[in-house]
Nanobody, 120 residues
């Protein structure tokens, strides 16, 4: 099993910045993809940004140019730098990882979520 622990959420004014962190632990052979999703009240969970072990990134159109996803493979960690935050960014942010726990078996894992609230 793989566990994901997030930190860094909070309350910020519009235009401000926050940095989310997530570290994976447990039976990890290799993490192939890692990043962030979010879920606002009354809405479905949506992709925010992910980064593969090969450094390919995928961003939601709504966050391009404002958010940056990065990884520290040695620490099994992923970060999300969020700048120019908008009230529409208010949501619970979930860390995500697709990881192999042995040489042939993989699964998707989720953190507990961290609240980000942006006031206008």
């Amino acid at each position: 099993q793989v566990q994901l622990a997030e930190s860094g959420g909070g309350l910020v004014q519009a235009g401000g910045s926050l940095r989310l962190s997530c570290t994976a632990s447990g039976s990890i052979f290799m993490i192939v993809d890692m990043g962030w999703y979010r879920q606002a009240p009354g809405k479905q969970r949506e992709l925010v940004a992910t980064r593969t072990s090969g450094h390919s990134t995928n961003y939601a159109d709504s966050v391009k140019g404002r958010f940056t996803v990065s990884r520290d493979n040695a620490k099994n960690a992923v970060y999300l730098q969020m700048n120019s935050l908008e009230p529409e960014d208010t949501a619970i942010y979930y860390c995500y990882a697709r990881a192999y726990y042995d040489t042939t078996h993989w699964d998707d894992y989720w953190g507990q979520g961290t609240q980000v609230t942006v006031s206008s």
